[in-house]
Nanobody, 125 residues
Framework: QVQLVESGGGLVLAGGSLILSCVVS????????LGWFRQAPGKEREFVAA????????YYADSVKGRFTISRDNAKNTVYLQMNSLKPEDTAVYYC??????????????????WGQGTQVTVSS
């Protein structure tokens, strides 16, 4: 059984930083392409960042480009989301997602089979 467990969320002032972690268990971690998504109250879930199996390719939503960094540590079965220069509009529940059906990254939530429970990020102004 594949499980994803996020951590690292919390309350931070605008301009601050947080790092989210997501530990993936159940199968060979290096076989997963991974993504981060978020959902704010009253809004649909949106793509944030993605990384391919090798970690050699990443992609970001325009709203976070230059501020967020996705990375993976295959030895620790963990994917990270480093978030800098946080803004109040970054407030949301953040979810990590995994899929092992393809190598290349994807921004489409429907392409991910496995999801974490989410971690709350709140940015105050």
């Amino acid at each position: 059984q594949v499980q994803l467990v996020e951590s690292g969320g919390g309350l931070v002032l605008a301009g601050g930083s947080l790092i989210l972690s997501c530990v993936v268990s159940g199968r060979t971690f290096s076989s997963y392409r991974l993504g981060w998504f978020r959902q704010a109250p009253g809004k649909e879930r949106e793509f944030v960042a993605a990384i391919n199996r090798s970690g050699g390719s990443t992609y970001y939503a325009d709203s976070v480009k230059g501020r967020f960094t996705i990375s993976r540590d295959n030895a620790k079965n963990t994917v990270y989301l480093q978030m800098n220069s946080l803004k109040p509009e970054d407030t949301a529940v953040y979810y990590c997602a995994a899929d092992d059906r393809a190598f290349q990254l994807t921004t489409r939530g429907s392409r991910y089979d496995y999801w974490g429970q989410g971690t709350q990020v709140t940015v105050s102004s």
